[in-house]
């Protein structure tokens, strides 16, 4: 009996150990702020090659970053028309 009773606990102790997707290390997803500091060009450079690292391998991180590289290309572009003097009709 005893023999059974060590094997059913091999058995569940073996089914409750995570599968090895969840052993995986996964990096944590970057902040909105560090994604905007990264569209101004304002991002310290260690922290550059992280983000471009991680951006490669994460569709959600690099959907975010297009969106501030937007977001910054129109806010630049905005400025740019307002120092021109022109006026929006």
């Not at 450079?45 to 129109?74: D, K, M």
């Amino acid at each position: 009996m005893a023999g059974i009773t060590s094997k059913r606990s091999l058995i569940s102790a073996l089914s409750s150990f995570p599968d090895e997707s969840d052993l995986l290390v996964k990096p944590p997803h970057f902040t909105g702020e560090t994604l905007e500091r990264y569209a101004m060009k304002r991002l310290a450079e260690p922290e550059v090659g992280r983000l471009e690292s991680h951006i490669l391998t994460c569709p959600s991180c690099r959907e975010r970053l297009n969106e501030h590289i937007e977001f910054v290309r129109a806010m630049k572009a905005a400025a740019k028309f307002k120092s021109s003097g022109k006026r929006a009709n």
